[in-house]
């Protein structure tokens, strides 16, 4: 029989915000942009421009298109 683990709301909401922070600072890394413009991104308040939408797709795995739905 498999264990199944608990976790507290405490513990999950922690490794929620590691898990976003890690995301973030990959496409820091990818782009080479601030942080803070990552958040905007992320956060919705602004759009990446061309060049970071080519990064985040590439360090992604994925396309522009599908990301962005725009080249």
């Given at each position: 029989?498999?264990?199944k683990?608990?976790?507290t709301f405490?513990?999950?909401c922690k490794q929620k915000c590691l898990a976003k922070e890690n995301f973030i600072k990959m496409l820091q890394e990818a782009t080479?942009?601030?942080?803070?413009?990552v958040?905007?991104?992320?956060?919705?308040?602004s759009t990446p421009a061309k060049r970071d939408r080519i990064a985040?797709?590439?360090?992604?795995?994925?396309?522009?298109e599908t990301l962005f739905g725009t080249k």
């Open positions: 029989m498999e264990r683990e608990i976790f405490k513990e999950i080479g942009v601030s942080v803070t413009t958040y905007r991104w992320v956060n919705g308040f985040i797709a590439k360090a992604l795995g994925s396309s522009v």
